[in-house]
């Protein structure tokens, strides 16, 4: 087998990942385009993968209750 370039490799990687990132995105209601971060990591490695995180990180997941809003109680059958 021929040795492949580290750059090439990091490109293979990068080209694997895109598509399971933008139907991540897609899924969490933001734009795939942002999966396309990833290729950061050909100038820095591992660089593309945490920029690619990042709007995962600071979006606000709704399965968090909202500080600010009152919680109703929880009716239950009698």
Do not use: C
């Not at 950061?40 to 945490?50: H, K, M, Q, R, T």
């Not at 600071?58 to 059958?77: A, G, I, Y």
């Amino acid at each position: 087998m021929p040795h492949l370039p580290p750059l090439l490799h990091i490109l293979i990687a990068d080209l694997l990942l895109i598509w399971p990132l933008m139907r991540l995105y897609r899924r969490v209601g933001l734009s795939p385009l942002w999966a396309l971060l990833i290729f950061a990591s050909v100038l820095v490695p591992i660089s593309g993968l945490l920029l690619a995180a990042l709007p995962l990180t600071l979006k606000k997941w709704p399965n968090f209750p909202d500080p600010e809003k009152p919680r109703q109680p929880v009716k239950t059958p009698i």
